[in-house]
């Protein structure tokens, strides 16, 4: 069986600044190529130092409002993925329950 490698790329287009303006990505296994985002966040695991490292970039005509959604949707995801990683059903309904109450005192119609 030959070993197969799958790349994705980020690419930042940054003002006289450094702050981000354009950010995409590909992922060509996945379809994508060269997309638009407006945020993005990025999440390694160092097994070495035991420690999460990090890359949190948004462009500065991300709206704000956006960024609650963004926000949302990724701590959904992260509880869909923890359990899915841990089969722990009490922390992972503790995260839903977290999740909930972020959105509603954001005041975020239902996704």
């Known amino acids: 069986m030959a070993n197969k490698t799958s790349t994705i790329e980020l690419k930042v287009k940054l003002d006289d600044n450094k702050v981000p303006e354009k950010l995409f990505w590909t992922a060509e296994d996945g379809g994508i190529s060269n997309e638009e985002a407006k945020a993005m966040l990025l999440s390694v695991w160092d097994?070495?130092?035991q420690e999460t490292l990090r890359i949190d970039l948004w462009t500065k005509d991300m709206?704000?409002?956006e960024m609650k959604v963004f926000f949302h949707q990724t701590?959904?995801?992260?509880?869909?993925?923890?359990?899915?990683?841990?089969?722990?059903?009490k922390m992972t309904a503790t995260m839903k329950d977290?999740?909930?109450?972020?959105?509603?005192?954001?005041?975020?119609?239902?996704?």
């Open 98 to 111: 977290f999740c909930d109450y972020f959105a509603e005192k954001l005041e975020l119609k239902k996704q």
């Open 63 to 65: 709206p704000v409002d």
């Open 75 to 89: 701590l959904v995801a992260m509880s869909n993925t923890f359990h899915r990683a841990t089969q722990d059903e």
């Open 47 to 49: 097994s070495k130092t």
